[in-house]
């Protein structure tokens, strides 16, 4: 007696999509509507708390109180931005390693936006 095996379409769920297949467009803050607004901001706080569970960023890169900053608000938002557009499904191979670097880069950035603004741990400063 044979035995039937499963067709390879059946024994391995089939691919599933989750990238967009498109870079997303940068974000105009100014130019959202009170409920875009607040959409991209929660889409914002998602990334936020991966990116720094993810590469364990510490407060002097992004504080507690970074949407209390407009400069780490834009900062943090063309940074998601570029890193939708490495990981959308047409980016080239090399996106997420060019992202790396200008992640690189952009962290240096926060930190020196975090220096000035002299927040610390549980003490925000306007």
Request: with cysteine; glycine share 4%; hydrophobic share 40%.
């Amino acid at each position: 007696m044979i035995e039937e095996h499963p067709e390879p379409e059946d024994f391995l769920a089939g691919p599933t999509l989750m990238q967009d297949a498109f870079p997303p467009l940068p974000v105009c803050w100014p130019a959202l509507t009170p409920k875009e607004r607040s959409e991209q901001f929660q889409a914002l706080a998602d990334w936020i708390n991966w990116l720094t569970a993810c590469y364990t960023l510490d407060q002097r890169v992004i504080p507690a109180c970074w949407s209390k900053h407009t400069a780490l608000i834009e900062e943090l938002s063309a940074l998601r931005t570029a890193w939708l557009s490495a990981f959308a499904a047409t980016a080239p191979g090399s996106a997420p390693l060019e992202w790396h670097s200008h992640f690189s880069t952009a962290r240096q950035r926060l930190a020196d936006w975090v220096s000035r603004t002299g927040c610390r741990p549980g003490a925000h400063r306007p």
